[in-house]
């Protein structure tokens, strides 16, 4: 009993001095390499991209800086800052959020809008019977 005692506190020990962390040691740590990433310009209308600015070749609109935003029709006048279009609507921002909701909307079809159900009659609309 004293041995299966002394070998399971000697088993206990050795796991225990295995699974320490060894002390905080003063090791240099290099900085984060700073990756130099090409802006992305984006067509507002289509998933046209290009990595230099200029007009989307389908749509002839100026390509959107990632990032940046836009009022739909006066693309080239892009902000960095959120803010009001001429019609009173918010800027939208051009990110990949956006470029999903094109891809979405450009994938509908006919099939996959909604029917628009033709009004039904009421008693305001019915023309009164002529009265004989």
Known sequence: MKTLFTL??????????????????????KPAVETKTT???WCSQC?????????????????IK????????DEAKATEKPGKCADGTPTAR??????????????????????????SKTKETEQPAPKK
């Open 39 to 41: 802006p992305k310009y």
């Open 94 to 119: 051009m990110d990949m959020g956006y470029q999903k909701k094109l891809k979405m909307e450009a994938g509908k079809t006919e099939s996959d809008m909604p029917k628009a159900t033709p009004p």
């Open 66 to 73: 990632e990032g940046m935003f836009f009022c739909k029709g």
């Open 47 to 63: 998933d046209f991209s290009s990595a230099t600015t200029g007009t989307c070749p389908t749509h002839n609109v100026s390509l």
């Open 8 to 29: 399971l506190a000697a088993g206990l020990f050795a796991f225990a001095a295995t699974a320490q962390t060894p002390a905080s040691t003063t090791k240099e740590t």
